[in-house]
């Protein structure tokens, strides 16, 4: 199975402030990789497919790159409506995997 | 819009059964896959089984193998987990997902891209 290891684990950060949160995977998954927003109580909402790609309808402030193991999603200017625990999931292969989750706390 | 609507959980002792159903609307059913995610209290996202659009692929992760069995009904816009044999470590939300992505030669490419509300399983004695 892939591994999918996110970094860090908990994010402090202000409002405006640009982050970036990490996900390294255990082997090439080439650009398959999903990023996913999730708030308590609620399902994940689809943020990034395909690395890079911003679902219709997500800001542009929302921004994936990488390729191969290493992966990153950037938030350029904290919104109040960005705080959430952030996932990323491969689907390079079956079984699909997940990162153990980010949460973006307000500093 | 598309929608998704989990039902069936509900509290089930160790050892017990329980159905799952995922109604679908807002798209063309039969032509996407979907796939159930779970998500224990307090933790991450688990994949855990897939069908494919006419309902002859399925794949389920090894922590539900021989336990959990996906199912369709294309003509009624339905999934159904058939769960057996629960265990309290099966305790989270379910969540199904449609999938959406690209094939490339022989090979497929799927992310979910619309999840549904989630419904409760609790084992417990």
């Known amino acids: 199975d892939i591994q999918m290891t996110q970094s860090p684990s908990t994010l402090s950060a202000s409002v405006g402030d640009r982050v970036t949160i990490t996900c390294r995977a255990s082997?090439?998954?080439?650009?398959?990789l999903a990023w996913f927003q999730q708030k308590p109580g609620t399902a994940p909402k689809l943020l990034i497919y395909?690395?890079?790609s911003l679902e219709s309808g997500v800001p542009s402030r929302f921004s994936g790159s990488g390729s191969g193991t290493e992966f990153t999603l950037t938030i350029s200017s904290l919104q109040p409506d960005d705080f959430a625990t952030y996932y990323c999931?491969?689907?390079?292969?079956?079984?699909?995997?997940f990162g153990q989750g980010t949460k973006l706390e307000i500093k | 819009e598309v929608q998704l609507v989990e039902s069936g959980g509900d509290l089930v002792q160790p050892g017990g059964s329980l159905r799952l159903s995922c109604a679908a609307s807002g798209f063309t059913f039969n032509v996407y896959s979907i796939s159930w995610f779970r998500q224990a209290p307090g933790k991450g996202l688990e994949w855990i089984s897939y069908i494919s659009h006419p309902g002859d692929t399925k794949y389920y992760a090894d922590s539900v193998k021989g336990r959990l069995s996906i199912s369709r009904d294309n003509a009624r816009n339905l999934v159904y987990l058939q769960m057996n044999s629960l265990r309290d470590e099966d305790t989270a939300v379910y969540y199904c997902?449609?999938?959406?992505?690209?094939?490339?030669?022989?090979?497929?490419?799927?992310?979910?891209?619309?999840w549904g509300q989630g419904t409760l399983v609790t084992v417990s004695s």
């Open positions: 997902a449609r999938d959406r992505g690209h094939c490339t030669g022989t090979s497929c490419y799927r992310y979910p891209d619309s």
């Open positions: 999931q491969q689907y390079n292969s079956y079984p699909y995997t």
């Open positions: 082997q090439s998954i080439i650009s398959w």
């Open positions: 395909q690395a890079s």
